[in-house]
């Protein structure tokens, strides 16, 4: 593991060369989110809500293919999602896992991101780890729980990430539809000002210019949705409210 570092962003380091993917394939966006919510000293995930921001990314990723859309109202609240007919066959399996949950039944976002990103992280991170990206060490907590943390060494491509990220935010030209989803996903974990730190913005102005870039992505959104009543029915079943 590299040295430990205070920032979550991490320190640019040289690439070191990991295995080389078994076949050429474009990165989802829900490898580049997971990727980036990769303690990058620690090796552990930063966010208790993987399932939504992962499910959330996948649903970006078919809406961005055309294959899904969110219908029926004006608000994404009470829209329901639906595959788009007519639309091609979705070719890369994960995707196709996704679909078919979105195909059982119209759903609101927010109950879809759940549903669509349950017991995923361990898929995504095998993705990474084909990549090359990241490599996986497992452990047992008192001899008894599974304890998985992720290596990051190829850097390079976190640091890529991070950069086009920066330029989103400052560049006058507009974000594009996959830099917008990454912006919303990560805002909606709570982390996208500790990760996105353009020179002359704080912290507050990146949560906001992130908001602001991604008020279109529902899927974003629905994460957004998911993670507040998961934190509100926690608090309310600790008697603490």
């Not at 196709?96 to 995923?120: F, H, M, Q, T, Y």
């Not at 599974?146 to 390079?156: G, H, L, M």
Request: charged share 25%; aromatic share 2%; glycine share 8%.
């Amino acid at each position: 593991m590299p040295r430990p570092t205070a920032a979550l962003r991490g320190r640019r380091r040289p690439t070191r060369v990991g295995t080389k993917a078994r076949y050429p394939r474009r990165v989802l966006v829900a490898e580049a989110v997971l990727l980036l919510l990769i303690h990058p000293e620690k090796g552990s995930i930063v966010t208790s809500h993987a399932d939504a921001v992962l499910g959330g990314a996948l649903l970006s990723e078919l809406a961005l293919e055309g294959a899904v859309e969110l219908n029926g109202r004006t608000r994404f609240r009470s829209g329901r999602v639906s595959p788009v007919a007519g639309h091609t066959a979705v070719v890369d399996p994960l995707l196709a896992s996704a679909l078919e949950i979105v195909a059982e039944k119209a759903r609101s976002p927010r109950d879809l991101v759940g549903r669509v990103g349950r017991r995923r992280l361990d898929t995504i991170a095998g993705r990474l780890v084909e990549r090359g990206t990241v490599v996986a060490h497992e452990t047992r907590v008192l001899g008894i729980f599974r304890r998985r943390r992720w290596s990051i060494v190829d850097p390079a491509e976190r640091d890529r990430l991070l950069t086009s990220l920066d330029a989103a935010l400052t560049s006058p030209v507009p974000p594009d539809a996959r830099a917008c989803a990454l912006l919303g996903l990560l805002g909606a974990a709570g982390v996208v000002e500790r990760l996105v730190t353009p020179p002359g913005m704080t912290r507050r102005d990146v949560r906001r210019r992130a908001r602001d870039v991604s008020r279109t992505d529902w899927a974003a959104q629905a994460v957004r949705e998911a993670i507040r009543t998961s934190e509100t029915a926690a608090v309310v079943a600790t008697g603490t409210v």
